[in-house]
């Protein structure tokens, strides 16, 4: 698992926040050109294999209690930017969490997505870890739908 940033610094956190409360679309756009960064140099170090990147889902719950996704607006610049460089950014219905258990998250691929996982090197993407049980849940959802290999990478921990 590769951190881009520590949440321990003031400026990240706060930049965090306004992408998980308020969907800030330039810290959106700042958080998906480091994210795109390091995602190109660990493709290029699992090649020749294709790469596909998946991001972390949020539940319903928050989806009803914020209004979004924190992880849209990325999606769409790291949609934008796939399309010149091969690199395959998962569509957002991809993974799902299936448990609302807090001590278990665990997530499902979707089997109009499932080929799209297989046999790919996945790059699984979350805005903060701080447990590892929603990131593990989705990282075996994604060996069963047949990943090859999988890294993990979030924007801060």
Request: net charge positive; charged share 20%.
């Amino acid at each position: 698992m590769q951190a881009l940033f520590s949440y321990q610094a003031p400026i990240i956190r706060s930049l965090l926040e306004e992408l998980r409360c308020f969907n800030d679309h330039n810290v959106s756009k700042l958080f998906s050109h480091f994210i795109y960064k390091e995602v190109k140099e660990m493709a290029l170090l699992q090649r020749p294999l294709e790469t596909v990147v998946v991001f972390i889902p949020c539940t319903k719950t928050r989806i009803r209690t914020h209004g979004f996704w924190q992880f849209h607006t990325i999606y769409m610049y790291m949609a934008r930017i796939s399309a010149k460089t091969g690199i395959t950014v998962a569509p957002p219905d991809t993974l799902h969490v299936v448990s609302g258990n807090k001590k278990e998250p665990s997530c499902t691929v979707s089997k109009a997505h499932a080929p799209l996982i297989h046999g790919k090197y996945c790059i699984l993407v979350d805005d903060i870890i701080v447990s590892c049980r929603t990131l593990s849940g989705a990282r075996d959802a994604l060996f069963l739908a047949g990943a090859s290999h999988i890294s993990c990478l979030a924007i801060a921990t």
